[in-house]
């Protein structure tokens, strides 16, 4: 099972948008609507963001948002803040009744 | 709130087994609901599901693993385990022990993570 593809980074001014893509396959991402975020700030445990494509855990912020389209999911962080800058991956049930996880990416804020 | 935290040997010898065990706090295994899991992290690079148990003991594995993993649970002491045997420099990584809700495919709670060096 490959790992989903994600950019390495992806950066931006505080207060703009951002948006993160994760691209699978007919047999993870496209397949199931179990497609979840986690945030990693540097030497951290990951942090579950969006869970089921597009839902926001009870304390996550407005701010963050999940879509899918086909075989790719998205995350945007909208009025993007100092401390949104960190690791971001994705991952996705699959198939296999297994987890894949994306390759991660790092958002810088400028 | 329901806290997860892994313990063992931080440096383990080429060829010999791996044991971790996560001790829950905050929740009882036993009382159902929960698939109890292992995630690791490679030193710079992206996380790997390794596998996770649930309190009646079933198991699901990575294939990539299965092999060289057993993950066992004791709920009379509120923990869960990992072993992984035959380990080589490829295994070092940061292992964390998370929590998949039964009904929803995501990890929600997650432990601090514990380093695990592969050296003689």
């Known amino acids: 099972q490959s790992a989903l593809t994600q950019p390495a980074s992806v950066s931006g001014s505080p207060g703009q948008s951002i948006t993160i893509s994760c691209t699978g396959t007919s047999s993870d991402v496209g397949g199931y609507n179990y497609v979840s975020w986690y945030q990693q700030h540097p030497g951290k445990a990951p942090k579950l963001m969006i869970y089921e494509v597009s839902n926001r855990p009870s304390g996550v912020s407005n701010r963050f948002s999940g879509s899918k389209s086909g075989n790719t999911a998205s995350l945007t962080i909208s009025g993007l803040q100092a401390e949104d800058e960190a690791d971001y991956y994705c991952s996705s049930y699959t198939s296999s009744s297994l987890y894949v996880f994306g390759t991660g990416t790092k958002v810088t804020v400028l | 709130q329901v806290q997860l935290q892994e313990s063992g040997p931080g440096l383990v010898k080429p060829s010999q087994t791996l044991s971790l065990t996560c001790t829950v706090s905050?929740?009882?295994?036993?009382?159902?609901?929960?698939?109890w899991s292992w995630i690791r992290q490679h030193p710079g690079k992206g996380l790997e599901w390794i596998g996770y148990?649930?309190?009646?003991?079933?198991?699901y594995y990575n294939p990539s693993l299965k092999s060289r993993v057993t993950i066992s649970v004791d709920t009379s002491k509120n923990q869960f385990s990992l072993k992984l045997s035959s380990v080589t420099a490829a295994d070092t990584a940061v292992y964390y022990c998370?929590?998949?809700?039964?009904?929803?495919?995501?990890?929600?709670?997650w432990g601090q993570g514990t380093l695990v060096t592969v050296s003689s």
């Open positions: 998370a929590r998949r809700h039964s009904s929803g495919y995501y990890f929600g709670r």
């Open positions: 905050g929740g009882s295994i036993s009382s159902g609901g929960y698939y």
């Open positions: 148990i649930y309190y009646s003991g079933s198991t």
